[in-house]
């Protein structure tokens, strides 16, 4: 499976509860095939709005 392809089926999953009460997938941003992959919790509220990884307080931690 390819990037792209995962990234569709996890914008339109709807496997658990979550679906239910998030406004956005927060899939990921930033080089396709980088080296290096940052791999977070369960978004905050923060990332949930914006639909953007580590946009809240553990960005600011990895800033």
């Not at 290096?36 to 914006?50: M, R």
């Amino acid at each position: 499976m390819d990037l792209q392809t995962l990234q569709q089926e996890c914008l339109a999953c709807q496997r658990c509860s979550l679906c239910q009460t998030r406004t956005n997938v927060v899939f990921g941003q930033g080089v396709p095939n980088a080296e290096v992959l940052f791999v977070g919790e369960g978004p905050g509220a923060s990332e949930d709005e914006q639909g953007l990884p580590f946009v809240g307080r553990s960005g600011q931690l990895l800033d």
